[in-house]
T-cell receptor, first 117, second 114 residues
């Protein structure tokens, strides 16, 4: 139980285009989803926290107009990188919480590798 | 504010040797503590967690960790490592807030050599 998937697992796009990454909780309802960014050989940096049906809460320094987050249902959150540039290339990981009896635990997706040319 | 310090960025060991990965945290309130493992190009997998109760926590793959409140530490140990334990290990802390937001350490790369 508590499986989180991400799609796509990797994506290459041209500079200036937008890319959408999906995060799904497959077998539980995720009341909260988190989006992280990870640079090579570094830790996870929390970008934003989203609760189903409400606007995402962004961490300081994260551009909300560039990284659009939507949490439209209890099993799906999306991260859209708008007008992507090479510096947006990174590994993006989502996590979800809300599993009954394990509310304090985040379950992580496998990550999405974004390369912007 | 809470923070997590992983003192060693890299730990090389030989197969079947014991290993300890160190983690210290700072928080003014009670905490939940977690250790995650990340294999290359993958997401994070929970190894173990401390919420309350016994300070010695056992996790998957033979790992265990001990919560030491006086030293604000949560070191991860394994008595005998395998080549397959080679991975990045992250310590994380949660200390309040309705969204269970985690603060991660910078990670420790464990490399097990034959």
């Amino acid at each position: 139980g508590a499986v989180v998937s991400q799609h796509p697992s990797w994506v290459i796009c041209k500079s200036g285009t937008s890319v959408k990454i999906e995060c799904r909780s497959l077998d539980f309802q995720a009341t909260t989803m988190f989006w992280y960014r990870q640079f090579p050989k570094q830790s996870l940096m929390l970008m934003a926290t989203s609760n189903e049906g409400s606007k995402a809460t962004y961490e300081q320094g994260v551009e909300k107009d560039k990284f659009l987050i939507n949490h439209a249902s209890l099993t799906l959150s999306t991260l859209t990188v708008t007008s992507a540039h090479p510096e947006d290339s990174s590994f993006y990981i989502c996590s979800a919480s809300g599993l009954a009896g394990r509310l304090n635990e985040q379950f992580f997706g496998p990550g999405t590798r974004l390369t912007v040319l | 504010a809470q923070s997590v310090t992983q003192l060693d960025s890299q730990v090389p060991v030989f197969e079947e040797a014991p290993v300890e990965l160190r983690c210290n945290y700072s928080s003014s309130v009670s905490v939940y503590l977690f250790w995650y493992v990340q294999y290359p190009n993958q997401g994070l997998q929970l190894l173990l967690k401390y919420l309350s109760g016994s300070t010695l926590v056992k996790g998957i793959n033979g790992f265990e960790a001990e919560f030491n409140k006086s030293q604000t530490s949560f070191h991860l140990r394994k008595p005998s490592v395998h080549i397959s334990d080679t991975a990045e290990y992250f310590c994380a802390v949660y200390s309040g807030g309705s969204n269970y937001k985690l603060t991660f350490g910078k990670g420790t790369l464990l490399t097990v050599n034959p």
